[in-house]
């Protein structure tokens, strides 16, 4: 019996083993702009050469600062991404639907490429800095899509 109840555990650990996945993440933006007239910048961003946010991270305990390498903020900058232009939510005459739905295409587009190549979207969170009143006339949607993949 001691003996089933070993070998029972065993199996247990083994299949947990094969069930423990490891994911790999990758995150897109879209970034629309909400400025009348057509004069913003919309874009789907996607960076090309990842970085290790360990470079840039300390600690702090006892209110001091762990001692690190100095790394510049503008070390944290990307060299290679990728821009897809989108268009604007407003034209000279206001909200336009059609680019709406034009930059639903070009969001869809990505997603699928990205799913083709083994990404399942995970997680969407979004938010929007808009037009605050009288004379502003600026803001932006912003859409961060979350994808994950089995690490290759």
């Known amino acids: 019996m001691k003996k089933f109840v070993l070998l029972l555990i065993i199996a247990c650990g083994l299949i947990v083993e094969v069930n423990a996945q490891s994911y790999e993440y990758k995150v897109v933006t879209s970034i629309e702009s909400i400025v009348p007239m057509g004069i913003g910048r919309s874009r789907i961003v996607e960076e090309k050469s990842p970085i290790d946010a360990e470079n840039f991270t300390t600690e702090r305990t006892d209110g001091?600062?762990?001692?690190?390498?100095?790394?510049?903020?503008?070390?944290?900058?990307?060299?290679?991404?990728?821009?897809?232009?989108?268009?604007?939510?407003?034209?000279?005459?206001?909200?336009?639907?059609?680019?709406?739905?034009?930059?639903?295409?070009?969001?869809?587009s990505k997603i699928n490429k990205l799913v083709e190549s083994g990404y399942e979207l995970a997680f969407v969170t979004s938010g929007v800095e808009?037009?605050?009143?009288?004379?502003?006339?600026?803001?932006?949607?912003?859409?961060?899509?979350?994808?994950?993949?089995?690490?290759?």
């Open 64 to 108: 001091k600062k762990s001692k690190q390498k100095e790394v510049k903020r503008s070390d944290a900058k990307v060299s290679l991404f990728a821009e897809t232009k989108l268009l604007n939510f407003y034209s000279i005459a206001g909200i336009n639907f059609q680019n709406i739905a034009s930059n639903d295409a070009l969001i869809s």
């Open 130 to 152: 808009s037009d605050s009143g009288k004379g502003d006339g600026k803001g932006i949607f912003i859409t961060r899509f979350i994808f994950k993949r089995l690490k290759q």
